[in-house]
């Protein structure tokens, strides 16, 4: 008999390959911090935004999917978590983009004169679909009846801000093999803020409201007003960084690191 709370084969999917983007990311940061120290080629720098990528979008990001997958509120008992064959869509979709974008990246430097770039471009594509495949597929289990509200508008703010996150991300991607406007540079900032403070912060901030162990008394989730002040100059704050390019310098990339 299978329990209610069983994984699903597409949840351990998600999460096994996300452990080895874990792997493959330390891995790779180990070799980049080791190298001013053991004199290996400066080529390894190559390797920085693949590393980055892995570790942000191959293994929490896809954690984020697999758990998700299995642990949000079910849609109905006929449907239950939402489309399987898009879940295993994104999944195909995501990985397919990382791989190719972890070959391109450094071919489309390494061998300038190849026209490689569709790879980027490609990849750019890849990840875009995979990214909203998610939100869509998704979005229908996130409701009132089985999350606190604030819960709900947390998480479905974080899966707004994914969403443009990975748009834009997807845009300058693809502006570093097939060049499109002069601009496309300056989304990399929001990109960089929608995605870590938008996306990912929220999306622990909704799920820490809900699944935390709970006060005893009235108020099981604490003071519900503090949280929707903080809920509100959140988004605001992101929204707003955004909009100015970003509030994070300190983590953005010059135009050629994000050729690296």
């Not at 994104?90 to 390494?110: W, Y």
């Not at 471009?121 to 990840?127: D, E, V, Y």
């Not at 799920?207 to 929707?228: C, D, K, N, Q």
Request: positive net charge; hydrophobic residues 50%.
């Amino acid at each position: 008999m299978k329990l209610g709370w069983e994984m699903p084969r597409l949840s351990r999917w998600f999460i096994k390959i996300g452990m080895l983007y874990l792997v493959a990311g330390l891995a790779m940061g180990s070799a980049l911090a080791m190298q001013p120290v053991m004199g290996w080629s400066t080529s390894l720098h190559l390797l920085r935004p693949v590393c980055l990528h892995f570790l942000f979008i191959g293994w929490v990001t896809q954690l984020i999917m697999g758990v998700g997958y299995w642990m949000f509120p079910k849609r109905s008992k006929e449907n239950p978590r939402g489309s399987e064959r898009m879940g295993w869509a994104v999944l195909i979709l995501l990985n397919a983009g990382l791989v190719l974008r972890a070959v391109g990246e450094p071919a489309v430097v390494l061998y300038p004169d190849a026209k490689l770039g569709w790879t980027l471009a490609t990849a750019a594509t890849l990840l875009l679909l995979a990214g909203w495949g998610f939100v869509l597929n998704t979005w229908g289990r996130i409701r009132s009846d089985n999350m606190p509200k604030l819960s709900v508008w947390l998480v479905r703010a974080a899966l707004i801000h994914m969403a443009a996150g990975f748009l834009f991300g997807s845009q300058v991607l693809h502006h570093k093999g097939i060049p499109i406007y002069a601009w496309t540079w300056k989304l990399l900032d929001p990109h960089i803020e929608l995605m870590i403070f938008g996306w990912t912060m929220q999306f622990v901030l909704g799920m820490g409201y809900w699944i935390l162990p709970r006060f005893s008394g009235e108020h099981r989730h604490g003071a519900t007003r503090v949280g929707w002040c903080g809920f509100a100059l959140f988004n605001a704050g992101v929204t707003l960084g955004a909009l100015g390019g970003g509030s994070m310098p300190m983590m953005s990339f010059s135009r050629a690191e994000c050729c690296c």
